[in-house]
């Protein structure tokens, strides 16, 4: 694919109908992201205003260089735990640097033409931190959508937990039944009307009801001095060179956050909108917004899939609906600021609270339930060890696991087979008989079925001590191995000489491009008595004939 935007694709037949469609849906999907900039930003440990500085530069630039039509960039849930996690242990020049590490890390990635990456990732992997990632944001809102009155929420799960039960008796009932009726707005609006976003009304609606009843409840304000009335400005930030070697795997898992997260939903959006997205380009603009977002005071960018499918379902099509998109947020920090800050936590916390159900993809989790064990296990470590231990710690042993799972099935997959005993055999005469000539005393035959790799190569070593006198001849048949590795050739040539020790001569037969060339490149050819690349079992029992005559 090549490296260009979406949006120097779409301009070449823009028109204007298609700017009021954009206009519309970027205006809506604006709205829409406030809440939810909001919120991630609280959520995540930073001042709600560095949310919206996220939602603004990492929208713009994803929209600007991404490789998706309707991609909406900023932050999203996904990031909420490990951000969260880098402050705490780093400190905000910690995250600076992390985000800056990450940008680097998804431009190289799209630069090496890895954006078809998200196909090696297994789906128990990702719904399982998905799941995880839910669980922790939920539980990070219990204090402000009850109204706790409790100090600094604890980072380990179960002591959270313990800290809200122990504070259960300072419940603001304000609080939490303002929270109540945000969540049956939110669960009721779209049930009335899809045209007006229901976190909006939601949102709107329980900001009146506190300000005129006067209730009792932190708002932004109260907790966070209210928003800046002015835009973002470029800094250059005081980053923490000696953190680097520290934070190169929270790094990592930010990247890899990243590009999951946007590929996906660029993935979701084609199969909205008819489209193709450019994976590598949309990398490389994810990178880039991830170097842009914390010089200007944000945090990790990636893109969102609820926003991009708010922006498609209103409208938008080109990447002109995310810039418009952008723009609106940036309108209202300049000129509504102060309203914003009425907005109470609670409020926020009701609409995080129903983003972590759909975040949560418990469907799946269920459905993924019924899946062979292997991939259960996978499912339930890496969510545990998500909510549990630590997403970074979570991401590596699921991905770690689910690959030794899958070479554990390749290996059961191969065997060899002795195909000599089942042509002596009756109940294997017939058309298995007819398939070879005669085959000699003194000659037996064996077929390798499936790739011979080092998860399947002990396999062979076990051949020779099933065969009680040593055979003159020894045919091992290939045709249906597509892959042979080092350790397979390895396994291969240790037969060989095993072979050799007997006085049995050794013919490999119907041997495949890609096993001739790994024997080849080794320089091993000469190691063997006789390799057939065309002729299959057939053929080697003829050599096999002439040999014994």
Same mark, same amino acid.
């Given at each position: 694919?090549?490296?260009?935007?979406?949006?120097?694709?779409?301009?070449?037949?823009?028109?204007?109908?298609?700017?009021?469609?954009?206009?519309?849906?970027?205006?809506?999907?604006?709205?829409?992201?406030?809440?939810?900039?909001?919120?991630?930003?609280?959520?995540?440990?930073?001042?709600?205003?560095?949310?919206?500085?996220?939602?603004? !530069?990492?929208?713009?630039?994803?929209?600007?260089?991404?490789?998706?039509?309707?991609?909406?960039?900023?932050?999203?849930?996904?990031?909420?735990?490990?951000?969260?996690?880098?402050?705490?242990?780093?400190?905000?020049?910690?995250?600076?640097?992390?985000?800056?590490?990450?940008?680097?890390?998804?431009?190289?990635?799209?630069?090496?033409?890895?954006?078809?990456?998200?196909?090696?990732?297994?789906?128990?992997?990702?719904?399982?931190?998905?799941?995880?990632?839910? !669980?922790?944001?939920?539980?990070?809102?219990?204090?402000?959508?009850?109204?706790?009155?409790?100090?600094?929420?604890?980072?380990?799960?179960? +002591?959270?937990?313990?800290?809200?039960?122990?504070?259960?008796?300072?419940?603001?009932?304000?609080?939490?039944?303002?929270?109540?009726?945000?969540?049956?707005?939110?669960?009721?609006?779209?049930?009335?009307?899809?045209?007006?976003?229901?976190? @909006?009304?939601?949102?709107?609606?329980?900001?009146?009801?506190?300000?005129?009843?006067?209730?009792?409840?932190?708002?932004?304000?109260?907790?966070?001095?209210?928003?800046?009335?002015?835009?973002?400005?470029?800094?250059?930030?005081?980053?923490?060179?000696?953190?680097?070697?520290?934070?190169?795997?929270?790094?990592?898992?930010?990247?890899?956050?990243?590009?999951?997260?946007?590929?996906?939903?660029?993935?979701? +959006?084609?199969?909205?909108?008819?489209?193709?997205?450019?994976?590598?380009?949309?990398?490389?603009?994810?990178?880039?917004?991830?170097?842009?977002?914390?010089?200007?005071?944000?945090?990790?960018?990636?893109?969102?899939?609820?926003?991009?499918?708010?922006?498609?379902?209103?409208?938008?099509?080109?990447?002109?609906?995310?810039?418009?998109?952008?723009?609106?947020?940036?309108?209202?920090?300049?000129?509504?600021?102060?309203?914003?800050?009425?907005?109470?936590?609670?409020?926020?916390?009701? @609409?995080?609270?129903?983003?972590?159900?759909?975040?949560?993809?418990?469907?799946?989790?269920?459905?993924?339930?019924?899946?062979?064990?292997?991939?259960?296990?996978?499912?339930?470590?890496?969510?545990? *060890?998500?909510? *549990?231990?630590?997403?970074?710690?979570?991401?590596?042993?699921?991905?770690?696991?689910?690959?030794?799972?899958?070479?554990?099935?390749?290996?059961?997959?191969?065997?060899?087979?002795?195909?000599?005993?089942?042509?002596?055999?009756?109940?294997?005469?017939?058309?298995?008989?007819?398939?070879?000539?005669?085959?000699?005393?003194?000659?037996?035959?064996?077929?390798?079925?499936?790739?011979?790799?080092?998860?399947?190569?002990?396999? *062979?070593?076990?051949?020779?001590?099933?065969?009680?006198?040593?055979?003159?001849?020894? @045919?091992?048949?290939?045709?249906?191995?597509?892959?042979?590795?080092?350790?397979?050739?390895?396994?291969?040539?240790?037969?060989?000489?095993?072979?050799?020790?007997?006085?049995?001569?050794?013919?490999?037969?119907?041997?495949?491009?890609?096993?001739?060339?790994?024997?080849?490149?080794?320089?091993?050819?000469?190691?063997?008595?006789?390799?057939?690349?065309?002729?299959?079992?057939?053929?080697?029992?003829?050599?096999?004939?002439? *040999?014994?005559?």
């Amino acid at each position: 694919m090549p490296l260009i935007p979406k949006l120097y694709t779409t301009l070449k037949a823009y028109d204007r109908e298609q700017f009021v469609l954009d206009f519309f849906a970027g205006c809506i999907v604006g709205v829409v992201a406030i809440p939810l900039a909001l919120a991630f930003g609280i959520a995540s440990g930073v001042t709600p205003a560095q949310g919206l500085y996220t939602a603004i !530069v990492g929208g713009f630039v994803v929209s600007l260089l991404g490789g998706s039509r309707v991609q909406i960039g900023g932050p999203t849930g996904a990031f909420v735990v490990i951000v969260y996690g880098i402050i705490q242990q780093y400190g905000p020049g910690g995250l600076t640097l992390c985000t800056l590490m990450a940008g680097v890390i998804l431009i190289v990635m799209g630069l090496s033409r890895m954006g078809s990456m998200i196909k090696f990732i297994p789906y128990p992997v990702i719904t399982g931190f998905t799941s995880g990632i839910a !669980v922790t944001i939920f539980s990070s809102q219990i204090k402000d959508l009850f109204g706790l009155r409790m100090g600094a929420i604890p980072v380990d799960f179960l +002591a959270k937990w313990q800290s809200f039960y122990a504070a259960s008796s300072t419940i603001t009932w304000e609080a939490g039944g303002l929270a109540a009726f945000t969540l049956l707005i939110l669960g009721l609006w779209p049930k009335i009307t899809h045209k007006v976003p229901g976190p @909006i009304v939601a949102l709107v609606s329980a900001t009146i009801i506190a300000k005129l009843l006067h209730l009792p409840v932190e708002t932004i304000g109260t907790r966070f001095g209210g928003l800046p009335s002015g835009l973002p400005r470029p800094v250059i930030p005081d980053i923490p060179w000696h953190q680097l070697p520290a934070l190169i795997r929270p790094a990592t898992t930010v990247a890899l956050l990243a590009s999951i997260e946007s590929l996906l939903s660029a993935v979701v +959006a084609d199969g909205m909108i008819g489209g193709r997205h450019r994976s590598n380009m949309e990398l490389i603009a994810q990178g880039v917004a991830n170097l842009a977002s914390p010089l200007f005071g944000g945090i990790p960018v990636t893109g969102a899939i609820a926003r991009t499918a708010t922006n498609i379902k209103s409208g938008g099509r080109t990447p002109v609906a995310g810039i418009v998109h952008a723009g609106v947020i940036a309108l209202v920090l300049l000129f509504l600021g102060p309203l914003v800050s009425m907005i109470p936590l609670c409020v926020l916390a009701a @609409i995080l609270v129903i983003v972590c159900y759909h975040m949560s993809e418990w469907r799946s989790f269920v459905y993924l339930l019924k899946s062979p064990r292997s991939d259960v296990a996978v499912l339930l470590t890496t969510f545990l *060890l998500t909510v *549990l231990v630590d997403l970074t710690v979570a991401v590596e042993v699921g991905m770690v696991m689910a690959a030794f799972l899958f070479m554990k099935h390749m290996a059961e997959v191969t065997n060899v087979d002795a195909v000599t005993r089942e042509l002596d055999d009756d109940s294997h005469r017939g058309e298995e008989k007819r398939d070879f000539t005669d085959v000699p005393p003194g000659v037996e035959i064996y077929d390798i079925n499936g790739p011979f790799f080092f998860g399947a190569a002990s396999k *062979l070593g076990e051949v020779l001590q099933t065969i009680q006198n040593p055979p003159n001849v020894f @045919i091992l048949g290939m045709t249906n191995v597509p892959n042979l590795d080092a350790t397979g050739l390895r396994a291969l040539e240790d037969f060989q000489s095993r072979c050799r020790r007997m006085g049995t001569f050794l013919i490999l037969s119907g041997v495949h491009a890609q096993p001739l060339r790994v024997i080849e490149r080794a320089g091993k050819r000469h190691s063997f008595d006789k390799i057939l690349s065309k002729g299959g079992t057939q053929e080697a029992v003829k050599f096999a004939e002439h *040999l014994i005559g």
